[in-house]
């Protein structure tokens, strides 16, 4: 099996020539998954104007360009989409294989991050400066391989049909698999993409029928993990004091509590319909941090009301409610759980992306997938959309 | 690639598969929720809060409007000063609050440190004047009288004086042209209060943290006019407070200048000539009470009789209004407010009511007119009237004979009325009416003169008087009974017994309480200004005007004006030819009634004056005196409690004022150059091209410049006193006159049952 290509022929009828090929019934373009790429397009799209409007008149970071940012989001989006494409080329079954390349590649970058080569942006130390204007910031990409790597694990005996599901050895080594780069991001530490991560391996477990015991086992786990961090002051104090305002945003108005507050007001102020696109005062005062990056939403809230921001959360819908089906119609347990690990990480992180801006969630350091501006987090949420497509795409058809 | 059979998923992993799904929809539904409560739901307060996060006011405060005298003078403008002002944000930064920087202001300024102290605390419920009853963010003004000197030594030092600030500010200013003081009618400003910065907040004239509101007078009445709009220039900032845009501006639109029919000349004139007539009063002697009157309080209001404009209205005790300019004084609110002052701020023209004695005949004439009484009846004018046992005796108990209702207007009989009204009062069903609808006419006359409800003038706080019919008594007798009938008896004092009668039939019409009420006594009660708009009815023929005194609203460019003209309020309930009659009778008062020994040598050719005389009486003081007076142009009203007689206390005042106004000279001769005011004034004063208004000169004090004319005018009437015979044909008031009216009504109480004994004591 080696990729799209053996699928773009059909086995029966004549051979059909020019446009007529792409859609035939059994065509790669009939078979992508249509829905989930128009709504992350429109996303990409839609967050390209926020990321624009948020940065304009921002001259002491857009070094004097209005279309810095725009620039740079579409050419990431660009990227994005080429490597969707190069994904599905390969083909998620292809990626299987790969896993321990990908892996080890992935824990590398993240510990490159952890010596002199690696920077601190917002208290995180997450980042590699490649210079240009340019970063990356491997933790996305961790994302993938830890799906990746225990889906492989997870789905290997059962695929075979050795097993219904996965035995507790099976387990114990994906958890394994996963717990390793998780350390390493805590070190950093990246909280939020450590959270991302633990919603990741929930996602997963449950998606490959693992025993309920290892569920609620974790579960407990966590909530007793999360008492330990409070309890032996392991977060540093501006974790802490996020979570406090979060508790109380009246705590602390001009300092953490600024953030959440001023998020709650633009969003807020827009009322149904918003400002109108460049018209939020609130994004034009740049009364809210971060505005292009982690409170993008705030910009769409502000200047296009419920409605935009409404059509925000539905497109994420669409996205997720696609990749669910994606999920369940997998062919194999493999594809099922990469779907299923994807449907965790894209909604928690948008819940808790948009929860923050919304006062519903404490304040991490997580970007809206495909909205934000960002080009490793944008690259990892396409490869991601990639992975989807592949699994809907090779899944043979049915009748 | 071999087709692979969909075994890959358990049931176990399919049902997991769409908790899943119901999870992250319910997530996403959750944001959605939340979305909607933020946007829609709270939408709007998250709007204003925006707003006022990024957007910075920079106020341009707008000038207080002048307010112009008819002919331009100017009753209350602006003058710039020198105020001192502290921060109360920035002293109580200060180790003491402030303390030691107060004092060391207070040794500047000349005034005492407790004092300064006062003035920065804040008003509450138990702190007293002065205090702050601004906002606490505003610089409280502690003088407004620094000199120079002082406060180039508050700015030369000013880190010995931090949160005290000296700088030049347009305050308000009430000149009192030509002595003139016209204070309850201008009233007063105050700085606006965190409450009336929130009712006014979202109509179309919000207030600002610095403004002053007017709180009584005209100041108060045309308060949105005069105020204007503070120009606002909202800045957009940035979160640093950098300027980013200039959102709105709007320039300072200075108030209106509002023109008032007020001539200050006329007005300084009443004002004196209460005066004097209250002083006048308080050296004779009141038999009655065996004391000196008291005369505490008067009014006197000139009015346009065509138009229903005043010209001038003065109340008895008054103050300076510039006490208010830069926050009052402890000691001046209590001399102004107190228990123990004589309450100055009343407006008594318009707040001040009492019973209107013999005033009140116009509408009782009117009243036995409209029941069927011939005009030129004759009607017996006998020395007493008694009604079961009771006897209601005439003035002094003279007797005319019969005569007409006309003559007893002039002569005051108030036999002829009580027999009228005790025939009426029959007619009705006496004591228990008949069914259906007593025809009450000498009540119904009384409302369609407007009594008993306000006259409309524009100015705030009119008191409506009371016209005592039955449907009060009622609901009098109903709020009081309880009281009556605990403390009443039969055989007790005469309080009790009074009480006694109340509980008993209080709520009824009684025989006597028609034939009191008849001739202006008992339980009416009327305003200065509502005998104003009835005498200036009867000199225009009959059409009530609300009276008014803003004349016209004159923009601050001077391009708008919006003239205030004259409301017709409705028509006298008389036909032509009675009040031919009456006017011709209130002539008579004049030249041969009641008022003609103050009126002697007066150019009643020239100037036919018309008056009533009234002396109404008020339980446990001395009596009420009223004037009522009108010629073709004006009507003056003057009264003055605890003073006597009408004609004696008020008298010379009256024709005073009149002299003045005509320029009728001691001799009787009319000086037109030295008139003030011969015809009313029509014309607005001449507004310039800048939008300024031209105010004529105006005398230091137009009283005195009269006052050589007083003077003769005085020595005219004092002869005219000391030799009453032939100069004063008909009845005359004098203080005797006073003494036996006020007994009668107390020897009618106390005689009930026991004759009509005289029985003063």
């Known amino acids: 099996m080696t990729g799209a290509n053996s699928f773009s022929v059909s086995g029966y009828g004549p051979e059909r020539a020019g446009w007529t090929r792409v859609f035939a019934r059994d065509a790669m373009a009939r078979r992508l998954d249509w829905p989930i790429l128009l709504a992350a397009i429109a996303l990409s799209f839609i967050g390209s104007l926020l990321v624009f409007s948020a940065t304009r008149n921002r001259t002491e970071i857009n070094q004097g360009d209005p279309y810095y940012f725009l620039i740079r989001h579409a050419m990431n989006t660009g990227i994005g989409l080429a490597l969707m494409i190069g994904t599905i080329w390969l083909g998620h079954r292809t990626l299987r294989n790969a896993v321990p390349v990908l892996y080890g590649l992935s824990v590398l970058g993240i510990l490159l991050v952890l010596t002199p080569l690696g920077s601190t942006v917002n208290g995180a130390h997450s980042w590699i400066v490649l210079g240009g204007g340019f970063s990356l910031q491997p933790s996305e990409f961790v994302k993938i391989t830890i799906i990746l790597g225990m889906a492989m694990l997870l789905s290997a005996r059962v695929d075979a049909g050795d097993k219904p599901h996965p035995d507790h050895r099976t387990v114990l080594q994906a958890l394994g698999l996963a717990a390793v780069p998780m350390l390493i991001v805590m070190l950093m530490p990246d909280l939020g993409s450590v959270m991302v991560m633990v919603i990741i391996v929930l996602g997963v477990l449950l998606a490959s029928g693992a025993s309920n015991r290892w569920i609620f086992g974790l579960l407990g786990a966590g909530a007793l993990g999360a008492v330990a961090v409070w309890q032996l002051h392991i977060l540093d104090d501006y974790q802490i004091a996020r979570f406090a305002a979060f508790a109380n945003p009246e705590l602390d108005p001009a300092g953490v509590g600024y953030n959440t507050n001023q998020a709650r007001i633009a969003i807020g102020s827009g009322g149904l319909t918003g400002a109108g696109l460049f018209h939020g005062s609130q994004t034009t005062g740049q009364f809210v941090p971060e505005q292009q990056t982690d409170f993008v939403f705030t910009v769409a809230g502000e200047e296009l009301g419920f409605v935009g921001a409404g059509l925000i959360i539905v497109l994420l819908g669409v996205v997720l409610w696609r990749a669910c089906r994606i999920a369940r119609d997998s062919s194999d347990l493999y594809g099922t759980v990469v779907a299923a690990g994807i449907v965790a990480w894209f909604a928690f992180q948008s819940f808790e992306n948009v929860g923050m801006t919304l006062g519903i969630m404490p304040v991490t350091g997580l970007p809206l997938p495909f909205v934000s501006y960002g080009g490793t987090s944008m690259f990892a949420v396409w490869v991601a959309v990639g992975l989807l497509q592949s699994i809907k795409v090779q899944r043979p058809l049915s009748a | ?761």
């Open chain 2, 1 to 761: 690639m071999t087709n692979i059979p969909e075994t890959g998923r358990t049931p176990r992993v399919q049902i997991r598969l769409i908790v899943i799904q119901i999870l992250v929809l319910s997530l996403l539904g959750t944001l959605g929720g939340r979305l909607w409560y933020l946007q829609i739901r709270e939408g709007a307060a998250y709007a204003k809060e925006a707003s006022g996060n990024h957007v910075q006011q920079v106020v341009d405060p707008a000038m207080r409007g002048s307010i112009l005298d008819a002919r331009g003078v100017p009753l209350a403008d602006n003058e710039t000063r020198l105020v001192v002002s502290a921060s109360r944000t920035d002293l109580l930064k200060q180790k003491d609050d402030g303390k030691a920087v107060l004092t060391k202001l207070a040794a500047v300024l000349g005034m005492a440190p407790a004092e300064v102290m006062m003035k920065v605390r804040l008003c509450d419920a138990k702190t007293p004047q002065p205090c702050w009853n601004g906002s606490p963010y505003q610089p409280i003004p502690i003088t407004d009288e620094a000199t120079p000197k002082q406060a180039l030594q508050i700015r030369e030092r000013a880190e010995d004086f931090p949160g005290i600030s000296a700088e030049p500010q347009a305050v308000r200013r009430y000149p009192a042209p030509g002595k003139s003081n016209t204070a309850q009618v201008l009233g007063y400003l105050s700085p606006v209060t965190d409450d009336e910065i929130q009712q006014a907040q979202d109509t179309d004239s919000p207030y600002l943290r610095s403004d002053q509101v007017g709180r009584s007078g005209l100041e108060r009445q045309y308060d949105k006019q005069l105020r204007g709009k503070a120009g606002v220039t909202r800045y957009e900032v940035d979160n640093l407070g950098r300027v980013i845009g200039e959102a709105e501006a709007t320039p300072a639109e200075p108030g209106s200048n509002l023109v008032t029919s007020i001539d200050a000349r006329v007005q300084r004139v009443a004002e004196y000539e209460l005066n004097a007539a209250m002083k006048k009063a308080r050296q004779q002697f009141d038999k009655i009470t065996g004391t000196n009157y008291k005369a505490d309080s008067g009014a006197v209001v000139v009015m346009e009789a065509k138009t229903g404009r005043v010209v001038a209205m003065a109340s008895a005790p008054t103050y300076d209004p510039n006490v208010w300019v830069g926050g009052i004084s402890a000691k001046d609110y209590a001399r102004l407010t107190g228990k123990k002052s004589d309450y100055p701020l009343l407006n008594r023209a318009i707040q001040g009511q009492a019973a209107p004695g013999s005033t009140f005949k116009v509408v009782s004439t009117a009243a036995a007119v409209e029941a069927g009484y011939e005009f030129d009846g004759h009607y017996p004018c006998t020395s007493a009237y008694s009604v079961g046992g009771q006897v209601f005796n005439n003035f002094e108990g003279e007797s005319f004979g019969p005569i007409s209702l006309g003559r007893a207007l002039e002569v005051s009989c108030d036999t002829v009325f009580y027999g009228l009204a005790h025939n009426e009062w029959k007619k009705d069903g006496g004591i228990n009416p008949k069914k259906g609808e007593p025809k009450d006419y000498f009540y119904k006359a009384a409302h369609q003169f407007g009594l008993g409800k306000e006259t409309g003038l524009d100015l705030p706080n009119e008191v409506t008087g009371r016209v005592p019919d039955r449907q009060w008594k009622e609901s009098y007798w109903k709020a009081n009974k309880d009281a009556w009938c605990r403390t009443g008896k039969k055989d007790g004092s005469y309080v009790e017994k009074i009480a006694y009668e109340n509980c008993l039939e209080g709520n009824k019409m009684r025989a006597g309480d028609e034939i009191n009420y008849s001739i202006g006594q008992g339980d009416t009660l009327v305003t200065p200004i509502q005998e104003a708009v009835i005498y200036g009815a009867l000199a225009n023929g009959g059409t009530m005007y609300h009276p008014t005194i803003g004349k016209a609203i004159v923009s601050a460019d001077g391009k708008t004006v919006s003239e205030i003209k004259p409301r017709k309020q409705g028509r006298l309930p008389i036909t032509k030819a009675t009040l031919k009659g009456m006017d011709q009778a209130l002539a008579g008062v004049v030249t041969r009634g009641t008022a003609a020994w103050k009126f002697t040598g007066w150019p009643q050719e020239q100037i036919p004056l018309h008056a009533k005389t009234g002396t109404a009486e008020v339980y446990g003081k001395q009596t009420t005196s009223w004037l009522a007076t009108y010629t073709k142009d004006y009507t003056v009203i003057m009264t003055i409690a605890q003073a006597g007689t009408g004609s004696g206390a008020s008298g010379e005042a009256v024709r005073n004022i009149y002299s003045a106004m005509y320029g009728v000279q001691a001799d009787g001769t009319i000086d037109k150059k030295k008139a003030l005011l011969p015809a009313p004034q029509a014309a607005l004063p001449k507004i310039q091209a800048d939008g300024s208004i031209t105010s004529p000169k105006i005398s230091k004090d137009p009283a005195k410049d009269a006052l050589a004319d007083e003077e003769a005018a005085q020595k005219a009437t004092s002869q005219g006193t000391t030799a009453p015979d032939g100069t004063q044909p008909a009845a005359t008031t004098g203080s005797t006159g006073t003494a036996n009216r006020d007994t009668r009504r107390r020897q009618r109480r106390r005689g009930r049952g026991r004759g009509s004994r005289r029985a003063c004591s």
